[in-house]
C-alpha cells in the first residue's frame, strides 16, 4: 500500500529540503494522514500539527507506531471537516488523498482540502498526473488532469506551481 511507509512522500521532501522550509510553531495539517509519516515529517520541521483520516485504523496504527508524538492524530472526513479547522492552517498537505475519490465527490474533497488554508498559508499536494485534457476515469487511483490540479486554486487561493515530476505525478503548490 503507498500510505504503507516509515519516509515521509520523496516529493514532500524534496520541495521541503529545496526550500528550507522550517514551521517555527505554525499550524499544519495533513490531509488523509494514513500511518503518519508525512505528518511526523512535517512536525520535525517544527510545525504544530494536525493529521487526520477517514479510517479509524489508519489512525490507531499511526498512533501506535509513533508513540509519545507531537502530531495530534484525529479521525475526520474531509467532506465534513470541524469548523475550527477551516482557515486555521499555515501549511497544508495533501498526497494522494483526492485521488482515491471519483467525481462526485472529487470536487467537493478539493474544496475541503482548500478551506483549510490560512490567510498567508500554503497548500503542498502531489496526486498521480493524466496527461489529457480530463481525469481518468478508471481507479482508484484517478489520475488528475492538469486543470483538476489547478482547481485546487479559488477563493483567494493562487497557484504558484503545478510541475509534472517523475513517477507520473503532479506536485502543487498554492499559496493564500
Request: charged share 25%.
Amino acid at each position: 500500500m503507498p500510505w504503507d511507509r516509515s519516509e515521509p512522500a520523496p516529493p514532500l521532501r524534496d520541495w521541503v529540503q529545496g526550500r528550507g522550509v522550517v514551521g517555527d510553531g505554525l499550524r499544519a495539517v495533513v490531509v488523509g494522514c494514513g500511518l503518519g509519516a508525512d505528518a511526523e515529517f512535517v512536525a520535525g520541521l517544527g510545525f504544530q500539527t494536525v493529521a487526520f483520516d477517514v479510517a479509524p485504523s489508519a489512525v490507531r496504527v499511526a498512533q501506535n507506531r509513533h508513540p509519545g508524538s507531537a502530531v495530534d492524530y484525529r479521525v475526520a472526513d474531509l467532506l465534513d471537516l470541524p469548523g475550527e479547522w477551516l482557515d486555521g492552517f499555515d501549511l497544508v498537505v495533501e498526497i494522494y488523498t483526492v485521488q482515491a475519490l471519483p467525481d462526485p465527490p472529487r470536487s467537493s474533497a478539493v474544496e475541503g482540502v482548500r478551506s483549510l488554508v490560512a490567510p498567508g498559508g500554503t497548500l503542498f499536494a502531489v496526486e498521480f498526473r493524466e496527461d489529457g485534457e480530463s481525469d481518468s476515469t478508471s481507479g482508484p487511483p484517478y489520475a488528475l488532469s492538469r486543470g483538476r490540479m489547478r482547481s485546487f486554486a479559488g477563493e483567494g487561493l493562487e497557484e504558484v506551481e503545478v510541475t509534472a515530476i517523475e513517477g507520473q505525478r503532479w506536485r502543487a503548490v498554492f499559496r493564500r
